[in-house]
């Protein structure tokens, strides 16, 4: 078997896509704030953290999918 089930990484997908949700959301307010308001910023430096988290997730998925190909 070359990947991993989906049954056993449903709760990174689920993360995953929450995470996705949560960014989208955030983007949204993002664009409507002034270029160099604080709060833009603010949120930002969040959107950049769930992308950081989204990432690892992937590469969490990715690996264990890589691991059972061995």
Known sequence: MDTQL??????K???H???QAR???LLV?????????HKRLALEERVRQITLRQMEIENEL???T?????
């Open 6 to 11: 989906p049954l056993f990484t449903w709760e």
């Open 13 to 15: 997908q689920a993360e």
């Open 17 to 19: 896509f929450r995470l």
């Open 23 to 25: 960014r989208e959301e």
């Open 29 to 37: 307010r993002i664009s409507k704030l002034r270029p160099h308001a």
């Open 62 to 64: 990715h690996d264990s």
């Open 66 to 70: 890589r691991a059972i190909g061995r």
